[in-house]
Protein backbone atom coordinates (compact mmCIF):
# COMPACT_ATOMS: atom_id res chain seq x y z
CA UNK A 1 0.00 0.00 0.00
CA UNK A 2 1.17 3.49 -0.93
CA UNK A 3 2.39 5.83 1.98
CA UNK A 4 1.60 8.81 -0.33
CA UNK A 5 -0.14 10.70 2.56
CA UNK A 6 2.52 11.31 5.10
CA UNK A 7 6.60 12.19 4.41
CA UNK A 8 8.65 9.55 5.48
CA UNK A 9 12.58 10.40 6.85
CA UNK A 10 14.97 9.65 4.32
CA UNK A 11 16.73 7.25 7.02
CA UNK A 12 14.46 5.93 9.73
CA UNK A 13 15.74 6.13 12.96
CA UNK A 14 16.04 2.84 15.62
CA UNK A 15 12.62 2.63 18.16
CA UNK A 16 12.78 1.49 21.41
CA UNK A 17 9.55 1.40 22.85
CA UNK A 18 8.74 2.17 26.63
CA UNK A 19 5.74 0.18 27.07
CA UNK A 20 4.31 -2.99 25.54
CA UNK A 21 0.84 -2.52 25.98
CA UNK A 22 -2.32 -2.88 24.02
CA UNK A 23 -1.50 0.56 21.43
CA UNK A 24 1.90 -0.58 20.95
CA UNK A 25 0.36 -3.91 19.92
CA UNK A 26 -2.62 -3.14 17.69
CA UNK A 27 -1.10 0.11 15.91
CA UNK A 28 2.80 1.53 16.98
CA UNK A 29 4.61 -2.04 15.66
CA UNK A 30 1.99 -2.52 12.55
CA UNK A 31 2.09 0.85 11.38
CA UNK A 32 6.47 1.11 11.87
CA UNK A 33 6.20 -2.40 10.23
CA UNK A 34 4.56 -0.79 7.28
CA UNK A 35 6.74 2.36 7.10
CA UNK A 36 10.06 0.62 7.05
CA UNK A 37 11.42 2.09 10.44
CA UNK A 38 13.17 -0.44 12.73
CA UNK A 39 11.91 -1.44 16.24
CA UNK A 40 15.38 -2.16 18.38
CA UNK A 41 13.94 -2.95 21.37
CA UNK A 42 10.86 -2.91 24.27
CA UNK A 43 10.71 -2.30 27.65
CA UNK A 44 7.45 -3.18 29.91
CA UNK A 45 7.84 -3.82 33.66
CA UNK A 46 5.31 -6.72 32.95
CA UNK A 47 8.38 -8.42 31.38
CA UNK A 48 6.37 -11.39 30.29
CA UNK A 49 4.20 -9.29 28.25
CA UNK A 50 7.16 -7.54 26.63
CA UNK A 51 8.48 -10.93 25.53
CA UNK A 52 5.40 -11.46 23.88
CA UNK A 53 5.20 -8.94 22.26
CA UNK A 54 8.57 -8.78 20.88
CA UNK A 55 8.66 -12.49 19.67
CA UNK A 56 5.17 -11.49 17.58
CA UNK A 57 6.61 -8.97 16.13
CA UNK A 58 10.42 -9.91 15.66
CA UNK A 59 12.12 -7.37 17.78
CA UNK A 60 15.54 -8.56 18.58
CA UNK A 61 15.93 -7.01 22.74
CA UNK A 62 13.75 -6.77 25.65
CA UNK A 63 15.00 -4.98 28.01
CA UNK A 64 14.89 -5.24 32.17
CA UNK A 65 14.33 -1.88 33.45
CA UNK A 66 14.04 1.37 31.57
CA UNK A 67 17.69 2.27 32.75
CA UNK A 68 19.06 -0.76 30.86
CA UNK A 69 17.11 0.67 27.79
CA UNK A 70 17.98 3.77 27.67
CA UNK A 71 22.16 2.82 28.68
CA UNK A 72 21.77 0.01 25.67
CA UNK A 73 20.11 2.19 23.37
CA UNK A 74 21.66 2.77 19.48
CA UNK A 75 23.43 5.89 19.40
CA UNK A 76 20.10 8.22 17.57
CA UNK A 77 17.49 6.09 19.16
CA UNK A 78 14.08 7.43 19.15
CA UNK A 79 12.04 6.54 22.60
CA UNK A 80 8.66 5.93 21.75
CA UNK A 81 6.41 6.36 25.17
CA UNK A 82 3.15 4.72 25.26
CA UNK A 83 2.81 4.34 29.13
CA UNK A 84 -0.48 5.89 31.31
CA UNK A 85 -0.12 9.49 31.71
CA UNK A 86 0.42 8.82 35.61
CA UNK A 87 3.53 6.86 34.56
CA UNK A 88 5.30 10.03 32.19
CA UNK A 89 6.89 11.95 35.28
CA UNK A 90 8.72 9.03 35.96
CA UNK A 91 9.90 7.96 32.04
CA UNK A 92 10.58 11.00 31.42
CA UNK A 93 13.10 12.20 33.63
CA UNK A 94 14.81 8.63 32.55
CA UNK A 95 15.70 9.37 28.96
CA UNK A 96 19.05 10.79 28.15
CA UNK A 97 19.55 14.46 27.17
CA UNK A 98 18.31 15.69 23.67
CA UNK A 99 17.02 12.22 22.42
CA UNK A 100 14.35 12.71 20.40
CA UNK A 101 10.72 11.60 22.40
CA UNK A 102 7.08 10.59 21.11
CA UNK A 103 4.86 10.38 23.84
CA UNK A 104 1.28 9.40 24.01
CA UNK A 105 -1.60 11.28 24.77
CA UNK A 106 -2.61 12.27 26.99
CA UNK A 107 0.24 14.66 27.97
CA UNK A 108 -0.31 14.12 31.66
CA UNK A 109 -3.14 13.94 34.13
CA UNK A 110 -4.20 17.38 33.56
CA UNK A 111 -2.71 20.99 32.11
CA UNK A 112 -1.17 21.46 35.79
CA UNK A 113 0.97 18.10 35.17
CA UNK A 114 1.55 18.83 31.35
CA UNK A 115 3.00 22.13 31.94
CA UNK A 116 5.66 20.59 34.43
CA UNK A 117 6.29 17.73 31.61
CA UNK A 118 6.69 20.61 29.28
CA UNK A 119 9.39 22.45 31.46
CA UNK A 120 11.17 19.19 31.89
CA UNK A 121 11.34 18.74 28.23
CA UNK A 122 12.80 21.64 27.63
CA UNK A 123 15.38 21.42 30.44
CA UNK A 124 16.53 18.34 29.11
CA UNK A 125 15.88 19.51 25.66
CA UNK A 126 14.24 16.61 24.27
CA UNK A 127 12.75 16.48 20.91
CA UNK A 128 9.52 15.83 22.30
CA UNK A 129 6.10 15.28 20.51
CA UNK A 130 2.92 13.74 21.34
CA UNK A 131 0.98 11.14 19.39
CA UNK A 132 -1.86 13.18 17.99
CA UNK A 133 -1.96 10.62 15.11
CA UNK A 134 -5.49 10.88 13.90
CA UNK A 135 -4.49 14.38 12.47
CA UNK A 136 -2.07 12.29 9.85
CA UNK A 137 -4.72 9.36 9.57
CA UNK A 138 -4.94 8.79 5.62
CA UNK A 139 -8.50 10.08 5.59
CA UNK A 140 -7.57 13.44 7.59
CA UNK A 141 -4.92 14.08 5.52
CA UNK A 142 -6.94 13.80 2.19
CA UNK A 143 -9.83 16.23 3.63
CA UNK A 144 -7.22 18.72 5.24
CA UNK A 145 -5.61 18.11 1.33
CA UNK A 146 -9.48 18.82 -0.68
CA UNK A 147 -10.47 21.86 1.60
CA UNK A 148 -6.94 23.65 1.60
CA UNK A 149 -7.33 23.17 -2.60
CA UNK A 150 -10.79 24.89 -1.98
CA UNK A 151 -13.27 21.97 -3.20
CA UNK A 152 -15.62 22.50 -0.77
CA UNK A 153 -15.32 26.51 -0.27
CA UNK A 154 -14.55 27.85 3.34
CA UNK A 155 -14.71 25.87 5.81
CA UNK A 156 -17.45 26.93 8.52
CA UNK A 157 -18.92 23.49 10.30
CA UNK A 158 -16.66 20.82 11.73
CA UNK A 159 -18.40 18.09 13.78
CA UNK A 160 -17.20 14.93 15.39
CA UNK A 161 -19.92 12.58 16.50
CA UNK A 162 -19.33 9.25 18.10
CA UNK A 163 -22.18 6.43 19.51
CA UNK A 164 -20.75 3.66 19.85
CA UNK A 165 -19.93 0.51 22.33
CA UNK A 166 -16.53 1.33 23.94
CA UNK A 167 -14.88 -1.85 25.44
CA UNK A 168 -13.42 0.34 28.55
CA UNK A 169 -12.41 -2.64 30.30
CA UNK A 170 -9.53 -2.86 28.07
CA UNK A 171 -7.39 -0.28 30.48
CA UNK A 172 -7.76 -1.31 33.83
CA UNK A 173 -5.84 1.90 34.50
CA UNK A 174 -9.03 3.96 33.88
CA UNK A 175 -10.52 2.68 36.97
CA UNK A 176 -10.68 5.06 39.57
CA UNK A 177 -9.11 7.85 37.93
CA UNK A 178 -11.01 11.28 37.80
CA UNK A 179 -11.22 12.06 34.52
CA UNK A 180 -11.53 9.58 31.50
CA UNK A 181 -13.70 10.58 28.68
CA UNK A 182 -11.98 13.83 27.45
CA UNK A 183 -8.76 13.28 28.73
CA UNK A 184 -8.47 9.47 26.68
CA UNK A 185 -10.28 9.96 23.91
CA UNK A 186 -12.33 13.56 22.87
CA UNK A 187 -8.84 14.75 23.04
CA UNK A 188 -8.11 13.60 19.85
CA UNK A 189 -11.33 15.42 18.25
CA UNK A 190 -10.13 18.47 20.54
CA UNK A 191 -6.29 18.36 18.79
CA UNK A 192 -7.44 17.47 15.77
CA UNK A 193 -10.06 20.54 15.48
CA UNK A 194 -7.51 23.05 16.59
CA UNK A 195 -5.44 21.14 13.73
CA UNK A 196 -8.13 23.09 11.33
CA UNK A 197 -9.41 25.98 13.20
CA UNK A 198 -6.53 26.95 15.32
CA UNK A 199 -7.11 28.04 18.95
CA UNK A 200 -10.72 28.68 20.12
CA UNK A 201 -11.37 31.06 22.44
CA UNK A 202 -13.59 28.68 24.66
CA UNK A 203 -15.55 25.69 25.78
CA UNK A 204 -19.04 25.03 26.96
CA UNK A 205 -19.04 21.12 28.15
CA UNK A 206 -20.58 18.80 30.11
CA UNK A 207 -19.59 15.28 30.50
CA UNK A 208 -21.56 12.22 32.06
CA UNK A 209 -21.00 9.35 34.16
CA UNK A 210 -22.76 6.16 32.37
CA UNK A 211 -24.58 3.98 34.73
CA UNK A 212 -23.53 0.40 33.11
CA UNK A 213 -19.94 1.74 33.63
CA UNK A 214 -19.59 2.80 37.91
CA UNK A 215 -15.70 2.08 38.15
CA UNK A 216 -15.30 4.82 35.96
CA UNK A 217 -15.37 8.50 35.93
CA UNK A 218 -17.64 10.41 32.91
CA UNK A 219 -17.56 8.48 29.33
CA UNK A 220 -20.05 10.71 27.37
CA UNK A 221 -19.19 14.46 26.30
CA UNK A 222 -21.08 17.01 24.76
CA UNK A 223 -18.54 20.00 23.60
CA UNK A 224 -18.95 23.29 21.80
CA UNK A 225 -15.79 24.76 20.83
CA UNK A 226 -16.44 28.64 20.28
CA UNK A 227 -14.79 30.41 16.99
CA UNK A 228 -17.54 32.98 17.18
CA UNK A 229 -20.39 33.34 15.75
CA UNK A 230 -20.04 32.11 11.90
CA UNK A 231 -17.90 29.07 12.84
CA UNK A 232 -19.63 25.92 14.75
CA UNK A 233 -17.51 22.96 16.19
CA UNK A 234 -18.70 20.04 17.82
CA UNK A 235 -17.83 17.05 19.64
CA UNK A 236 -20.36 14.17 21.13
CA UNK A 237 -19.37 11.30 22.23
CA UNK A 238 -21.33 8.49 23.60
CA UNK A 239 -19.12 5.26 24.34
CA UNK A 240 -21.74 2.97 25.83
CA UNK A 241 -23.93 2.50 22.88
CA UNK A 242 -24.45 -1.28 23.83
CA UNK A 243 -26.72 -1.77 21.36
CA UNK A 244 -25.38 -3.43 18.11
CA UNK A 245 -24.12 -2.38 15.06
CA UNK A 246 -27.46 -0.90 13.18
CA UNK A 247 -27.33 2.63 14.69
CA UNK A 248 -23.59 3.51 15.63
CA UNK A 249 -22.01 6.66 14.43
CA UNK A 250 -18.35 7.69 14.11
CA UNK A 251 -17.62 10.58 11.68
CA UNK A 252 -15.86 13.47 11.32
CA UNK A 253 -17.56 16.10 9.09
CA UNK A 254 -16.41 19.17 7.58
CA UNK A 255 -19.26 21.71 6.09
CA UNK A 256 -17.94 24.58 3.89
CA UNK A 257 -19.65 27.20 1.50
CA UNK A 258 -19.67 25.04 -1.58
CA UNK A 259 -19.63 21.60 -0.49
CA UNK A 260 -19.16 19.24 2.28
CA UNK A 261 -16.56 16.03 3.62
CA UNK A 262 -17.63 13.10 5.81
CA UNK A 263 -15.55 10.76 7.35
CA UNK A 264 -16.38 7.10 8.75
CA UNK A 265 -13.79 6.61 11.53
CA UNK A 266 -14.06 2.79 11.27
CA UNK A 267 -12.45 2.08 13.90
CA UNK A 268 -14.61 2.41 16.72
CA UNK A 269 -17.23 0.54 15.56
CA UNK A 270 -15.01 -1.83 16.55
CA UNK A 271 -12.36 -1.31 18.73
CA UNK A 272 -10.27 -2.13 18.20
CA UNK A 273 -10.31 -4.62 15.27
CA UNK A 274 -12.29 -2.09 13.25
CA UNK A 275 -13.88 -1.17 9.94
CA UNK A 276 -12.20 0.54 6.93
CA UNK A 277 -12.57 4.65 7.54
CA UNK A 278 -14.25 5.77 4.53
CA UNK A 279 -14.21 9.32 3.16
CA UNK A 280 -16.97 11.03 1.28
CA UNK A 281 -16.89 14.27 -0.57
CA UNK A 282 -20.48 16.44 -1.66
CA UNK A 283 -18.62 18.74 -4.50
CA UNK A 284 -20.60 21.28 -6.49
CA UNK A 285 -21.95 20.03 -9.91
CA UNK A 286 -21.62 21.80 -13.11
CA UNK A 287 -24.72 23.79 -12.02
CA UNK A 288 -22.59 25.24 -8.93
CA UNK A 289 -24.86 23.53 -6.94
CA UNK A 290 -24.07 20.66 -4.40
CA UNK A 291 -23.94 17.18 -6.48
CA UNK A 292 -24.36 13.80 -5.23
CA UNK A 293 -22.22 12.52 -2.55
CA UNK A 294 -18.99 10.28 -3.96
CA UNK A 295 -16.87 8.55 -2.29
CA UNK A 296 -12.70 9.56 -2.43
CA UNK A 297 -10.10 6.47 -2.47
CA UNK A 298 -7.94 6.53 1.13
CA UNK A 299 -4.73 4.95 1.48
CA UNK A 300 -5.40 3.52 4.86
CA UNK A 301 -6.81 3.93 8.47
CA UNK A 302 -6.98 5.28 11.19
CA UNK A 303 -5.24 2.32 13.07
CA UNK A 304 -2.38 1.81 12.22
CA UNK A 305 -1.60 4.24 9.42
CA UNK A 306 -2.04 7.46 11.39
CA UNK A 307 0.83 6.14 13.80
CA UNK A 308 3.25 6.55 10.66
CA UNK A 309 2.85 10.19 10.72
CA UNK A 310 3.50 11.23 14.05
CA UNK A 311 6.87 8.82 14.37
CA UNK A 312 7.76 10.26 10.83
CA UNK A 313 7.62 13.42 12.26
CA UNK A 314 9.75 13.37 14.40
CA UNK A 315 12.47 11.48 12.58
CA UNK A 316 12.42 14.03 9.65
CA UNK A 317 12.56 16.62 12.75
CA UNK A 318 15.42 15.27 14.79
CA UNK A 319 17.00 14.39 11.16
CA UNK A 320 17.34 17.99 10.06
CA UNK A 321 15.05 17.46 7.22
CA UNK A 322 12.00 19.45 8.51
CA UNK A 323 12.03 22.48 10.84
CA UNK A 324 8.46 21.54 11.71
CA UNK A 325 7.31 19.26 14.46
CA UNK A 326 3.33 19.60 14.41
CA UNK A 327 2.83 17.97 17.47
CA UNK A 328 5.52 19.46 19.90
CA UNK A 329 5.18 18.87 23.04
CA UNK A 330 4.19 22.87 23.57
CA UNK A 331 1.70 22.67 21.07
CA UNK A 332 0.24 19.42 23.24
CA UNK A 333 -0.17 22.23 25.97
CA UNK A 334 -2.43 23.62 24.08
CA UNK A 335 -4.84 20.86 23.23
CA UNK A 336 -4.27 19.74 27.25
CA UNK A 337 -5.58 23.71 28.00
CA UNK A 338 -8.91 22.92 26.08
CA UNK A 339 -9.48 19.73 27.87
CA UNK A 340 -9.05 21.42 31.20
CA UNK A 341 -11.20 24.48 29.79
CA UNK A 342 -14.05 21.72 28.80
CA UNK A 343 -13.64 19.77 32.54
CA UNK A 344 -13.70 23.22 34.55
CA UNK A 345 -16.70 23.82 32.08
CA UNK A 346 -18.59 20.73 32.59
CA UNK A 347 -17.91 20.76 36.61
CA UNK A 348 -19.11 24.79 36.36
CA UNK A 349 -22.50 23.75 34.99
CA UNK A 350 -24.70 25.51 32.81
CA UNK A 351 -26.42 28.68 32.59
CA UNK A 352 -29.65 28.36 35.23
CA UNK A 353 -33.14 29.11 33.65
CA UNK A 354 -34.34 31.84 34.48
CA UNK A 355 -37.96 31.42 36.95
N1 LIG B 1 -5.27 6.24 19.51
C1 LIG B 1 -4.38 6.37 20.41
O1 LIG B 1 -3.55 7.21 20.25
C2 LIG B 1 -4.37 5.53 21.66
C3 LIG B 1 -5.20 4.41 21.79
C4 LIG B 1 -5.08 3.64 22.97
C5 LIG B 1 -4.21 4.03 23.98
N2 LIG B 1 -3.44 5.17 23.81
C6 LIG B 1 -2.54 5.63 24.87
O2 LIG B 1 -1.44 4.74 25.02
C7 LIG B 1 -1.08 4.65 26.39
C8 LIG B 1 -1.05 3.17 26.76
O3 LIG B 1 -2.31 2.62 26.46
P1 LIG B 1 -2.50 1.07 26.16
O4 LIG B 1 -3.76 0.92 25.39
O5 LIG B 1 -1.28 0.46 25.59
O6 LIG B 1 -2.73 0.56 27.65
P2 LIG B 1 -2.36 -0.85 28.30
O7 LIG B 1 -2.97 -0.84 29.65
O8 LIG B 1 -2.72 -1.94 27.35
O9 LIG B 1 -0.77 -0.81 28.40
C9 LIG B 1 -0.07 0.12 29.17
C10 LIG B 1 1.32 -0.48 29.39
O10 LIG B 1 2.17 0.48 30.01
C11 LIG B 1 3.00 -0.23 30.86
N3 LIG B 1 3.64 0.66 31.82
C12 LIG B 1 3.10 1.21 32.93
N4 LIG B 1 4.04 1.97 33.56
C13 LIG B 1 5.17 1.87 32.82
C14 LIG B 1 6.47 2.40 32.96
N5 LIG B 1 6.78 3.19 33.99
N6 LIG B 1 7.40 2.11 32.02
C15 LIG B 1 7.10 1.30 30.98
N7 LIG B 1 5.86 0.76 30.78
C16 LIG B 1 4.92 1.05 31.70
C17 LIG B 1 2.09 -1.28 31.51
O11 LIG B 1 2.81 -2.35 32.11
C18 LIG B 1 1.28 -1.71 30.30
O12 LIG B 1 1.84 -2.82 29.63
C19 LIG B 1 -2.12 5.45 27.19
O13 LIG B 1 -1.59 6.69 27.55
C20 LIG B 1 -3.26 5.68 26.20
O14 LIG B 1 -3.84 6.97 26.36
C21 LIG B 1 -3.51 5.90 22.68
Same mark, same amino acid.
Given at each position: ??????P????????????????????????????????????????????K???????????????????????H???? &?????????? &????? !??G???L?????G????????????????????????????????????????????????????? &????????????L???P?????????????L &??????E !????H????????????????????????????????????H???????????????????????????????????????????????????????????????H???? !???????????????? !??????????????????????????????
Amino acid at each position: MALSFVPLPTSPRPIISIGAGGIVRDAHLPAYKLAGFPVAGLFDPDGAKAAKLAADFGVPRVFSSLAEAVAQAPAHAVFD &VAVPASALPE &VLPAL !PDGAPVLIQKPFGDNLAAARQLLALCERRRLLAAVNFQLRTAPGVAEARRLIAAGVIGELHDLEVR &VTVYTPWQLWTFLEGIPRVEILYHSIHYVDL &VRSFLGE !PTGVHAKTTCHPLAPKLAATRTTMALDYGDALRATITTNHGHHFGGAHQESYVKWEGTRGALKLRLGLLLDYPRGEPDALALCAPGADGRPGDWQPVPLAGNWFPHAFIG !PMAALMRFANGETADL !PTRVADACRTMAVVEAAYESSARGATPIPA
